[in-house]
């Protein structure tokens, strides 16, 4: 397996849930990591926590393609050569049926787990091939996998996210990158805290009494594909927790 102290993992959504939960496996096995997000005081408080030789923090909003490229470029070194990547930063926004939908909160789905993933994937991509390969793990869904009701365009916003990372697979060919989709299930973070703008009793529900995934797990799973050795490429990891499976078919009758 690869040696993870030979990585620089750059993580969009460091802040919280997964991506905190990875920048800290990352660290802990001594890999370097740039951690990005919006939130400042989270991302101090993660420097702190991991230490400034193994951690470079950017504010940064994934929705400004501008932004997002000149972060990039502006990685001092050590950090700047970063050869595996988290495009992790997204969120569900509601879960009303589509006709109810409020279109800011599909638009800002679209331009955070879409384009602002696309913008990481842009920024970062160039730099791994021209320093001889690396790795981009992309967070994508059950959702872009399976449809349920209220998962409209988050849903589709990670089908795109996934074959995002298939075709990418098709266009690194031969260039020692590796990329990987990870689609997980119920997973206990501040996501719905998020889809529910702030409602902690609606965000807990989706929790009560069972037992959800964790930060934790995702994020092994994400650090496993990376330390798998050079010639195997995970193209996909998709996860639940095991006490979340498969409804039926729902057939409306008269
Ligand atoms: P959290 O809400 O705990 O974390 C989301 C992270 O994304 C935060 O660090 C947040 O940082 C960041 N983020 C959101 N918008 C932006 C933005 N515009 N620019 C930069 N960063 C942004 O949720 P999770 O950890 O659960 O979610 C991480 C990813 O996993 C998402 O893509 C989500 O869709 C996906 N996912 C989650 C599942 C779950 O059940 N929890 C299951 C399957 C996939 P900040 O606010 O500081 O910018
Ligand atoms: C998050 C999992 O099932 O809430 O992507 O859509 S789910």
Redesign the pocket.
Known sequence: TLDPRDFTVFI??????????AARRYAGAGAKVVA????RD??EALKAELGADACHIVE????DWRATSDVVAAIPAPFDAINVVLA?????LGLQPAADIDIADWETMV???VK?LMYTVRALLPGLIARGGGHIVT?????GDYSYPGASV?GAS?AFVKQLALNLRADVQGKKVRVTN?????????????RFKGDAGRASK?YEGTQ??T?ED?AEAVFWATVMPAHVNINRIQMMATTQAFAPFDIFRE
């Open positions: 969009t959504g460091a802040t919280s849930g997964f991506g905190l939960a990005a997000g919006r939130r989270r991302l940064l909003d994934v929705r992790n930063a997204g969120l569900a331009d955070t787990n602002g967070m994508g869904s059950v959702a988050y990670k990870i689609e997980p299930g119920l997973a206990e973070t501040e996501f719905s805290l998020v989706p959800a995934m930060a995702i």
